[in-house]
Each structure stands twice: as structure tokens, then as C-alpha cells.
């Protein structure tokens, strides 16, 4: 565990501007509070003991900041924070990241003034100067779903190599070869997790390694339809596609359709995440069900744990494959 | 407009009382505490002057409560208002009523504590006392989407009759007239004015009128599907469906494809509120387009002219309706 003294030595400052900033005192140089929070976020350095009487009063809040309020995933992950939090006596406060790290971090400024007990967060990727000083003044936090380079906190998220692992024994048995690949970004850990357990287990169900039938969006539903377009650009001409979330999936569906007409050329489709409307959408969408509502409620309870002063045990939720397909 | 002298005599407490309690002093009784909060909702009272110089220092954070964070009606309307309030320097905290008056109540009194600059509101029923607290504190405050008897509020919500007008039009000219309508609570503006608009406007439109086409439920996935159960079960076979908002669509179309199949027998579905995916369901759904967005929009910019000590000035956003229709 990361001391006050390795954050100055770290940040090349004197122990008492570390100090300064991190108790979050305006007596401080801009420039120093920039290397001092950098350093404490690299070494994941937490206050402890005298900074944590730091803390002010209990207010009863926790803050919840979301990727996108748009996204269903992330309001039904929403919806059953609040609900948990609400049991245990707690208000919700929630602020939207529009998958945007600025709106992330002015949303986290809006926090740290705005007086809450706890903090979940769902990062927009790596640490900001807003995260590390709220870690540094010991602000409760676990993160939703992605994880943060060189930030360890409590975790609660999807089991992405699990849930990959279904689609892929599905592909099999439905006897699919040439599988469309729509993912999301590299830079965030649901995009990279993903990916990584596609591509390393196409080959042993089966599937085409074909690097023509891979491309990438980000994780919205206008940049997947672009990258579902280009690949079928390329000459090549899948059985099945599978999306690596939910607005992943809405996109490349958009772009069957639009290429192929309403029942998609007769192309399966399956998806990472579910969406309720997915049983009632032509052609029929099998799907991973991502469980937000469990991953919501299992963060609450690991930040209620730290608020106790209790450790908080990470969980990687398991997901159900909804098959959808039709059977002759 | 009311002055605390009404307030005080309404309630039956003397002025000081009045004062007092409006002021948000402590120095009340409960049992007073509420005739004066109750009062001032009946009459409307907003504290002017004075009073307003109570508020507390800029935070630059607006509130925002919504009904329900996993109707995308309200998700849209969140994200197109936090993009309006950051390009004018705010923050917009986000809490969820969840369809729930206490829940509703409990997030205003989180409102209150946080010191937010300003509310936008979509209100769950009748005014609390929470909110007449609010009121009475000289919060600027304004409604989305739903009104509250005796509460004059500046208002952004969608023309709710233009919208229903398209929606009778689109009948008539497709030539049905055995139509069945699930509506929502009569007990919220908007199941009020659809259901007012669609019903009074049946005869003109070559609709028949029979009551047992008609049902209603709350405006959620599950009470819309057994409210269309319902109607098929009275043995009536309408040769359209007429969804009262978005939610309310989604049940009666599972409902209908319980009954009578994937292509729900052939019955055309119509909503009142457009959802992204409508385009791709079967059957394909038309629906009036609920611009969420403008009026998140309209409500900020009212907020913050009442921020500036400006009138903000009502809007109701009309609709457009995007046929899905299959045209022979």
C-alpha cells in the first residue's frame, strides 16, 4: 500500500505539499496538484487513518455515475441501484458521462461539492485529476462493469469471458462457419475482454479466422452499423454476426437490414447484452443476458461494505444465453 | 397571487407561524408545519422579495427528477437536458421517482439538502409537502410532461391532442374501425388528455365506439398487457391496436403475439411515443414521435431563465408520426 511519502517522492514535491493537496487545501500550485494527484492515482494511493476524519458529515447520498443514461444496460442498472440503495436508507444521486471523460469528470467535480457518502462509478477510462483526488480523500468507490488501468478498487461487472463463451458454443451448434464480428473499443475492458475471448476460442468451435469478417464501432449504434457496413464491403458473406453489446448489435441489424431487406438476408443475429425487445424484433436476436439489475445491487452492497468500514469483495456476474433462434 | 397572509389564514395559524414555516425554520410543529406547507400548494404561494434572498449561494447544479429512468422517453429527455445545462455551465443531477409519489418525495428532500440552484420536475400525482417546501422556498421550479392540479408552474410537455389527432387520422385513413385503445392512469395529465383526445374524438373518424374496445393500465409493460388480455377476452376482434404511450405499446404487443402470433393476427399496432426499435419490430409499429429531447431542451432553457430572474415562458412540443404502415 502506496504512503504519502511515495506519492511526493513520486510526484518530485515535498511532503507537505503532498500533504496539502491531498487533503484538499487551495494552498497549492496548480502544477504541483497535477503531479500530486497523478501520482497518488499511478500508485493507487488511498488516505487512510487521521485523512479519513477528513470525511465530512454522513449526508445519506451515494453518487452513481453512468456511461450513457441512454444505454438500457446502464438505467436498469440504474433503476436496481437506486432500489438497494433506497432499502439500506440511502438516496441515489445520478450524473450521465455521455461516454465522454470530460462530462466524466465534471460530473465527479459536481460530486465531490455536492457532499456524498459513496461513489459508484463506471469509468470512461483511465484515471482523471477528479478521480484521484476523490480517492485520495478517501471517497468510498467501486466501479461498474470496466475497470481502470492501474486502479484497484472493488469491481462489479459482467463475466465477459463466461458469456462469450456461450455465444460461441451457440455459433457451434448452430453450425455457423463464417461469423461477423462487430466489437467495441480496445480502450475499454469490456471491448478488450470481449474480443480477446472471441477471437482465441473461434477456432476450436469451428469458426472462420477470416480477419475480414472483424471489424470494430464504439460501442454505439451509428458507429456499429458503419463497421457492419465495411464488412460487408468486403465481399465476404457471414451465416451469422454477433455484437459485442447491445447498441453494437442494434447498429449491425440496422445495416443487414438497410443491405439485405427486413429479414436480413436470412442472417442470424446474436448479441452481448439483451434488451427486452429483442423477442419481438425481425429477424429474432439471440442474446447474452447481462445481468445490470444483480451487477447494480452487488455494488451497492460493496460500497455499503466500505462505508461499514468493511472490505468490499469484487463480483464477476455470470450471464444466460436467451436463445431466440428459429428451429425447423 | 397568494401572500403569506392567505397562506396563514388557509391554514389557520397565525402569520408569524406562517412565516416561520415558509422560511424553513425548525422552530415549528410538525402539525403546523404541514397546514402551512399544504396551504401554500393550495394557493400556489411563492415566496418573492425577501424570502428569495434566503436562497442559498449559486451551486451552478440543477436537479432533475424523472418518473421512470428506464422509460426512454425519460432516458432522452435526461441526456438532452444535460447537454443543455452543460453548454450553459451547469451540472444536472439526476434522481428517479420510479413511478412512485414517496420515492418522488424522498428525492426532493435529497434535492433540497444538496443544494441544487434550480428543479426540473416530472411529477408523480397531487403536490407533497416536500415540494410545497420547495415551492415555498422560492426554488425555481419547472414541470416536464405532466401537470400538477392547483400548481402553476411553467410547463414543457408534448401536445398531447395534436398527437392523438395524428394517431386518428392515420386510423381513418387506413379504414379501421374496430380499434382498441389501452390507455394509462386517468390519474396523470398525459393518460388524461389521450384518453380525452382518442375517445372524443372517435365518432368523427369513422371509429367505433363500443367500451368494450377500451381499457387502461399504468402506463407499464405488464398492467398494458393484461389490460389488452382483457379487451380480447370481452371477444371483440379489433383490427388495430392504439398504445397509449411507449410502455404501454410494448404490453399490448407481447399481448397480442401470445394470442394470435409472432404477426399478431394481422392487427396493426399504433403508439403514442416512438421508440428507437419500433422500426424493426414484428409487427412493424407507427407511432407518434414524443420529442423528448426538445422538450428537455425547452425546460432547461425555462429554468435558467428563471435563474436570471426572467419569465419562463410554457411550451407544448407537437408531434410528428412516422408511418411503418405495409402498403399494398
Same mark, same amino acid.
Given at each position: ?18 500533504? =496539502?493537496?491531498?487533503?484538499?487545501? /487551495? ?11 497523478? #501520482? ?17 458529515? &454522513?449526508?445519506?447520498a451515494l453518487g452513481l455515475l453512468v456511461s450513457d443514461i441512454r444505454n438500457p444496460f446502464f438505467s436498469e442498472l440504474a433503476h436496481a441501484a437506486e432500489q438497494e440503495a433506497r432499502a439500506h436508507g440511502y438516496a441515489l444521486l445520478l450524473a450521465n458521462a455521455n461516454e465522454? #471523460? ?6 465527479? &467535480?459536481?460530486? #465531490?461539492?455536492? &457532499? *456524498?457518502? %459513496? ?14 483526488? +476523490? ?6 468507490? $467501486? +466501479?461498474?462493469?470496466? =475497470? *481502470?488501468?492501474?486502479?484497484? +478498487?472493488? !469491481? ?17 451448434? &448452430?453450425?455457423? =462457419? ?9 480502450? @475499454?475492458?469490456?471491448?478488450?475482454? =470481449? ?23 464504439? !460501442?454505439?449504434?451509428?458507429? /456499429?452499423?458503419?463497421? @457492419? ?13 454477433? %455484437?459485442?453489446?447491445? #447498441? ?23 448479441? !452481448?447484452?439483451? !434488451? ?10 439471440? /442474446? ?7 451487477? %447494480? $445491487? ?31
Amino acid at each position: 500500500m502506496a504512503t504519502i511519502k511515495d506519492v511526493a517522492a513520486r510526484a518530485g514535491v515535498g511532503l507537505g505539499t503532498a500533504s =496539502r493537496v491531498l487533503s484538499g487545501s /487551495a494552498q497549492t500550485s496548480p502544477s504541483s496538484r497535477e503531479r500530486v494527484l497523478a #501520482a497518488a492515482a499511478e500508485l493507487g494511493y488511498v488516505a487512510h487513518g487521521p485523512a479519513r476524519s477528513l470525511r465530512r458529515a &454522513r449526508t445519506d447520498a451515494l453518487g452513481l455515475l453512468v456511461s450513457d443514461i441512454r444505454n438500457p444496460f446502464f438505467s436498469e442498472l440504474a433503476h436496481a441501484a437506486e432500489q438497494e440503495a433506497r432499502a439500506h436508507g440511502y438516496a441515489l444521486l445520478l450524473a450521465n458521462a455521455n461516454e465522454d #471523460a470530460d462530462q466524466a469528470d465534471d460530473a465527479l &467535480r459536481t460530486f #465531490a461539492s455536492q &457532499r *456524498i457518502d %459513496g461513489l459508484l462509478l463506471s469509468p470512461q477510462g483511465p484515471a482523471t485529476p477528479q478521480l484521484a483526488s +476523490l480517492l485520495a480523500r478517501a471517497v468510498p468507490i $467501486v +466501479l461498474l462493469n470496466r =475497470r *481502470i488501468e492501474g486502479v484497484d +478498487l472493488p !469491481f462489479y461487472g459482467t463475466d465477459n469471458e463466461q458469456g462469450v463463451g456461450l455465444v460461441l458454443d451457440w455459433l457451434q451448434e &448452430r453450425g455457423h =462457419r463464417d461469423v461477423a464480428y462487430v466489437g467495441g473499443p480496445q480502450t @475499454m475492458s469490456t471491448g478488450a475482454e =470481449r474480443a480477446r475471448a472471441y477471437l482465441g476460442g473461434r477456432a476450436a468451435h469451428g469458426i472462420a479466422t477470416d480477419d475480414a469478417l472483424v471489424d470494430a464501432g464504439d !460501442f454505439t449504434t451509428d458507429g /456499429a452499423a458503419a463497421a @457492419m457496413l465495411r464488412i460487408l464491403d468486403r465481399g465476404v458473406r457471414p451465416t451469422a454476426v454477433f %455484437g459485442a453489446n447491445g #447498441a453494437t448489435t442494434v447498429g449491425a441489424l440496422r445495416a443487414l437490414r438497410e443491405r439485405l431487406g427486413a429479414d436480413a438476408g436470412g442472417v442470424e443475429v446474436v448479441s !452481448f447484452d439483451d !434488451f427486452d425487445w429483442f423477442a419481438y424484433a425481425s429477424p429474432a436476436i439471440t /442474446a447474452v443476458r447481462n445481468d445490470a439489475a444483480a451487477i %447494480g $445491487v452487488g455494488a451497492v452492497q460493496g460500497l455499503l461494505a466500505l462505508l461499514r468500514g468493511e472490505d468490499a469483495t469484487s463480483q464477476r456476474i455470470a450471464t444466460e444465453l436467451v436463445d431466440r433462434a428459429a428451429r425447423s
